[in-house]
């Protein structure tokens, strides 16, 4: 099934715009889809030194040196009565941080998961070994930078703002 390419939103047969060889959900998504296209087209030689410049500094969450920076997920759930909602979050980080993050969300959705029926009965053992698998693929420490930081290191490029601030305003994007 065809996505968005800027929110992730699964979209019907014929649903959304077209724009190069991206789809997106509607005009919002678009107008953050140009940012996507102008990234795609940044040449790869320039994007590969700074995907591995990236990669291999500072975090920019604990500003630590510590290598193995890359996107990590986290995800959460809360639930209460017939309300529930979801999110498994991308953040860049180095593994240290990543780790942290997971744990924190785990407890998260054990504490605040549970309380509603059926999705929140349903859905938090999904998202607490979610976070489980996250944090294993973390806890490997990638050696290789990932597709999806590639991906990151190119929007901001395009927007010309540091990888931090660029996450902030495209959380979605990565
Ligand atoms: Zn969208
Ligand atoms: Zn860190």
Not at 22 to 46: H, K, Q, T, W, Y
Not at 119 to 130: E, K
Request: one cysteine or more.
């Amino acid at each position: 099934m065809p996505s968005c390419t800027n929110c992730n939103r699964l979209l019907v047969p014929m649903e959304g715009i077209q724009l190069g060889e991206e789809l997106f959900c509607g005009a919002r998504c678009m107008s953050s889809g140009s940012v996507i296209l102008r990234a795609n087209s940044l040449p790869s030689d320039v994007i590969q030194g700074m995907v591995q410049q990236a990669h291999s500094g500072p975090c920019p969450v604990c500003r630590l040196q510590r290598g193995a920076v890359d996107v990590h997920y986290a995800h959460k759930i809360a639930s209460f009565f017939i309300f529930s909602t979801w999110s498994s979050a991308p953040q860049i980080s180095c593994t240290h941080c990543a780790i942290k993050r997971q744990s924190l969300a785990l407890v998260y959705c054990i504490l605040v998961g549970w309380w509603g029926f059926p999705w929140g009965i349903l859905g938090t053992p999904v998202q607490v070994v979610r976070n489980i698998i996250s944090m294993v693929k973390s806890g490997k420490k990638p050696i290789q930078p990932s597709a999806q930081l590639e991906r990151f290191v190119r929007i901001a490029a395009a927007l010309q703002l540091p990888l931090k601030v660029a996450q902030e305003l495209y959380p979605k994007s990565i």
